[in-house]
């Protein structure tokens, strides 16, 4: 059974630009949810999707965007990139949200 | 604000001791969950408690919900260094769909 597929893995951008990582779910799992991890804040979380509906969002500032597709993939955006947002991004999904959570290897973004 | 408290931070051992971590929290979960990461992966979760009181064995880790659902509890027996890495705890409020984390303990098992 295929895990959860982050894309891409590595990712190095300038300060001002926007990125856009990419998570698809397991199959048959309608839930996705995004963590932003620091050394410094641990697992933060970020927002969550549940078919195709925000859910639950964290406390990042506005520039933190999300979607999630009818098939259930999800996409993050972050634009006008600050250095502070360097970080190993994580995406975990669900059947339901409630329980039962696999994470992806994760995107890790520097920010230069 | 709901907040995990995750202790301790980091625990360097030796091969065949045994070692607690404990997570703490004022607030009240509807469950609570245990993962191990590696670096440069992700977390992977290694059981979840949803009854209070609750205990789970894994082999030589032993988990422990608290009769109140703000606490809990890993145990490892005789830990190995295939048990070295970053253990994290995290609750899921009762809206669902968001994972609360400690801050984790990164554990260090010396042959």
């Known amino acids: 059974k295929a895990g959860v597929t982050q894309t891409p893995r590595y990712l190095i951008k300038t300060r001002g630009q926007q990125v856009t990582l990419s998570c698809s779910p397991i199959?048959?799992?309608?839930?996705v949810s995004w963590y932003q991890q620091t050394p410094g804040q641990g697992l933060q979380f970020l927002f969550e999707?549940?078919?195709?509906?925000?859910?639950n969002k964290g406390n990042f500032p506005g520039r933190f965007s999300g979607r999630q597709f009818s098939n259930s993939r999800s996409e993050m955006n972050v634009s006008t990139l600050e250095l502070g947002d360097s970080a190993l991004y994580l995406c975990?999904?669900?059947?339901?949200?409630?329980?039962?959570?696999?994470f992806g290897s994760g995107t890790r973004l520097t920010v230069v | 604000t709901q907040l995990l408290e995750q202790s301790p931070q980091f625990l360097s051992i030796q091969e065949g001791e045994n070692l607690t971590v404990y997570c703490n929290s004022s607030s009240v979960f509807s469950s609570l969950q245990w993962y191990r990461q590696e670096p440069g992966e992700g977390p992977v979760l290694l059981v979840t408690?949803?009854?209070?009181?609750e205990v789970k064995k894994l082999k030589r880790l032993t988990f422990q919900f608290g009769d109140a659902r703000k606490d809990s509890s890993l145990h490892i027996t005789a830990a190995q260094p295939g048990d070295t890495g970053l253990y994290l705890c995290a609750g899921v409020n009762n809206q669902g769909g968001k994972l609360i984390f400690g801050q984790g303990t990164e554990l260090s098992v010396k042959p």
């Open positions: 975990a999904s669900s059947r339901t949200g409630d329980y039962g959570y696999t």
């Open positions: 199959s048959g799992h309608r839930s």
């Open positions: 408690v949803v009854t209070g009181g």
């Open positions: 999707y549940f078919s195709e509906t925000q859910r």
